[in-house]
């Protein structure tokens, strides 16, 4: 089993996870990071305008999103779903799984404002 905290992921780790024998949770201290994260970006969406948060995007980026409400949720996934393209050919699992633990623990540090993640153990 492999903990991410955000703060240090190795080589190591990330091979063992990509070779898929290896689960992989959040540390408690990760996901409460994460969560204080969210509820920061939250806030700051509720208190000025935010580009793609509290608003949409390119030539909606001055229509101002309820960022309280489920709609500010419902903007989010619609707007991973619009920008989900195919770019090349499918990748292998063990590319995959490396990409997304890599990922999981950046956003595990965070930095950027993250949800927090459901499930945390996979």
Do not use: C, F
């Not at 992989?24 to 948060?53: E, F, I, K, N």
């Amino acid at each position: 089993m492999i903990e991410i905290d955000g703060k240090r992921l190795h080589l190591s780790d990330i091979v063992a996870v990509a070779g898929g024998g290896t689960k992989v949770t959040l540390t408690p201290s990760a996901v409460d990071r994460m969560a204080a994260s969210q509820r920061s970006a939250r806030a700051t969406a509720l208190s000025r305008p935010v580009y793609g948060r509290s608003t949409g995007v390119g030539a909606n980026r001055s229509v101002a999103l309820d960022a309280a409400n489920k709609d500010a949720n419902v903007h989010g996934l619609n707007l991973l779903r619009s920008h989900a393209v195919d770019a090349g050919r499918v990748l292998d699992r063990e590319t995959v799984r490396a990409m997304l633990v890599i990922r999981l623990s950046q956003l595990a540090a965070a930095r950027p404002a993250s949800a927090r993640l459901w499930p945390t153990q996979w």
